[in-house]
């Protein structure tokens, strides 16, 4: 697959899931991207901003074994990754798989379960396999989180750990709809009962395994000149000594940060990493890896705001 054929198929599956979803353009955007790169997405935002329904039209318009877990504060390690069992008949102990075991997970309200079953999800999110009384079972090779979850100030919720936190490619916040995307949300669902079905507004699969695979390869193959890699790592080096952040960004999410670079360009059919690319991502992968200081947060400044001044203040390459 080469990269027209990436950007095809990207223009492919935003319109196919554009018929049953109104606006929601940038984050359709981000998990394209974080598809490309094998990244995890978190999406942030009020009840009714169509996060689980996004979720299972983009499972089904690639075709992935979708999987959902509804966190809630009862829920057990065991109930996302399974157990042994004992089988009476055999006097054996036969392995009862969770459903993590999927191509497409939706973390279903993932802050409304303590952090003792968050952490169930970080070798998954890590290194595509689970642990089970000893042994490792490994994954699906597409296996990708898309996780939401409800805004803090929110009553019984659980932040997740930091930890859980970096796992994550991009933090999307969902926002609620301009007024003339709810008029168009309005006449298209308005006039039907229950939760929304992607096959009840004609979403098809339009992409395979054997595709997206190809696609994975050519974006990895996208070249990065050192200039553009060194404005990665400025930037996230500069969460670290901004005097409005406490903790800044890992290593780790400089990394993300360039696969995810490279996969936007790919998506845009560039056989190159622009300074743009980088500061279009910036954002949404450094919100929920830094921490503010307690001066900044008595202030009242908001995380994005000190990012975008970081990412102003730090020069780009030309």
């Keep these: 697959m080469n990269l027209s054929e990436v950007r095809q198929l990207a223009e492919t599956i935003r319109a196919e899931i554009g018929r049953a979803i109104v606006g929601q353009e940038k984050a359709i955007d981000l998990m394209l991207i974080a598809?490309?790169?094998?990244?995890?997405?978190?999406?942030?935002?009020?009840?009714?901003?169509?996060?689980?329904?996004?979720?299972?039209?983009?499972?089904?318009?690639?075709?992935?074994?979708?999987?959902?877990i509804q966190f809630t504060p009862d829920?057990?390690?065991?109930?996302i990754v399974g157990s042994n069992l004992f089988n009476f008949q055999t006097s054996q102990f036969t392995l009862t798989r969770g459903?993590?075991?999927?191509?497409?997970?939706?973390a279903d309200e993932i802050n409304r379960t303590p952090p003792k079953t968050q952490a169930a999800l970080l070798e998954a999110m890590q290194e595509r396999a689970v642990t089970i009384d000893g042994e490792t079972h490994p994954l699906s090779g597409h296996f990708m989180?898309?996780?939401?979850?409800?805004?803090?100030?929110?009553?019984?919720?659980?932040?997740?750990?930091e930890a859980q936190l970096d796992r994550f490619l991009f933090k999307h916040l969902m926002e609620y709809p301009t007024i003339e995307e709810e008029r168009r949300i309005v006449a298209k669902h308005g006039s039907r009962f229950g939760a929304p079905r992607p096959e009840d507004w004609g979403v098809e699969t339009k992409a395979d395994a054997a595709q997206l695979a190809d696609a994975l390869t050519t974006v990895a193959t996208v070249p990065m000149v050192e200039a553009v890699a060194n404005y990665v790592v400025d930037l996230v080096r500069g969460?670290?000594?901004?005097?409005?952040?406490?903790?800044?960004?890992?290593?780790?999410?400089?990394?993300?940060?360039?696969?995810?670079?490279?996969?936007?360009?790919a998506v845009d059919g560039r056989d190159y990493v622009i300074p743009d690319d980088?500061?279009?991502?910036?954002?949404?992968?450094?919100?929920?890896?830094?921490?503010?200081s307690p001066a900044?947060?008595?202030?009242?400044?908001?995380?994005?705001?000190?990012?975008?001044?970081?990412?102003?203040?730090?020069?780009a390459p030309r």
């Design 99 to 106: 459903p993590i075991f999927c191509d497409l997970l939706l």
């Design 75 to 79: 829920l057990m390690p065991g109930d």
């Design 35 to 68: 598809l490309f790169s094998s990244g995890h997405v978190l999406l942030e935002g009020p009840p009714g901003t169509a996060k689980t329904f996004l979720a299972q039209c983009f499972a089904r318009v690639l075709g992935l074994d979708f999987g959902r």
């Design 278 to 292: 980088v500061k279009a991502l910036a954002p949404a992968v450094l919100r929920h890896r830094v921490l503010l």
């Design 296 to 315: 900044a947060q008595i202030e009242g400044r908001a995380v994005d705001d000190v990012i975008a001044r970081l990412i102003d203040q730090i020069e």
């Design 239 to 265: 969460t670290r000594s901004a005097a409005d952040i406490e903790t800044g960004a890992s290593p780790r999410a400089a990394s993300m940060l360039a696969g995810a670079a490279r996969a936007r360009a």
């Design 145 to 161: 989180v898309i996780a939401t979850q409800n805004p803090i100030e929110q009553q019984g919720v659980y932040p997740l750990p």
